[in-house]
């Protein structure tokens, strides 16, 4: 069964740190990955796709790494500010299975306070 | 439009009435997919639309639950008898092409926040 997991849950964080959020998978067959910020009460939208033959990806304050050996990703914010409180969901696409090839894991909430 | 319109934005109704929600996907999508997330939860897959193919209805948690879209534009989430477990928010999406097996990104409406009394 294809599945995401993603860690921490929650994260709780000072203004100006950094941190890094994982997400796991056992999607198969790969075909790429994708992280969406969401802000409370809007939609999420896309902040990085990895692909297959992609291990890092930069977006501004925001780094994406993907190990597909391992089928691990993390998505790595520098120097945060408050704006980065949201939800960050990591979204698998298969080349088949169900609902379009999608599995979307659960999100971390990350909250940054002053 | 600029983007995926959802509507209502709010929608408060009693147990037991019928709700519709509505999309109205980026023009020129041909993909549109139907997603209900509850209070602290991930997003939960309850239809997508492609074309003129028949539409993945896997997600449907019910018949209580219905979606069509016409002429390849607009859609319509009907949920009949609702029930207070049916209290979310509902998200449509649309992209521009197939994502099985693509890099086709899901652009997100606002939702529909439906609570039921």
């Known amino acids: 069964k294809n599945q995401v997991e993603q860690s921490p849950q929650s994260l709780i964080i000072l203004e100006g740190k950094n941190c890094t959020l994982q997400?796991?998978?056992?999607?198969?067959?790969?075909?790429?990955l994708r992280w969406y910020k969401q802000d409370t009460g809007r939609g999420p939208v896309s902040l990085t796709i990895?692909?297959?033959?992609?291990n890092t990806k930069s977006n501004g304050r925001y780094t994406a790494t993907l190990d597909a050996d391992t089928k691990q990703s993390s998505l790595h914010i520098t120097a945060s500010q408050l704006s980065d409180s949201a939800s960050y969901i990591c979204?698998?696409?298969?080349?088949?299975?169900?609902?379009?090839?999608?599995?979307f894991g659960k999100g971390t909430h990350l909250i940054i306070q002053p | 439009g600029a983007g995926v319109s959802q509507s209502p934005s709010n929608k408060v109704t009693e147990k037991g009435k019928d709700v519709e929600l509505r999309c109205d996907p980026i023009?020129?999508?041909?993909?549109l997919y139907w997603y209900r997330q509850s209070l602290g939860q991930g997003l939960e897959f309850l239809i997508y639309?492609?074309?003129?193919?028949?539409?993945?209805k896997s997600g449907l948690p019910s018949d209580r639950f219905s979606a069509e879209r016409t002429g390849g534009s607009v859609s319509t989430l009907t949920i009949q008898r609702t029930q207070q477990e049916d209290s979310a928010v509902y998200l449509c999406?649309?992209?521009?092409?197939?994502?099985?097996?693509?890099?086709?990104?899901?652009?997100f409406g606002e939702g529909s926040r439906l609570t039921v009394l």
């Open positions: 023009s020129g999508h041909t993909a």
């Open positions: 999406a649309s992209s521009p092409r197939r994502t099985s097996g693509r890099s086709g990104e899901l652009f």
């Open positions: 979204v698998v696409s298969g080349s088949g299975g169900g609902a379009d090839g999608l599995t």
């Open positions: 990895m692909t297959f033959s992609e």
């Open positions: 997400c796991n998978y056992t999607v198969s067959p790969f075909s790429n």
């Open positions: 639309f492609q074309g003129n193919s028949a539409p993945d």
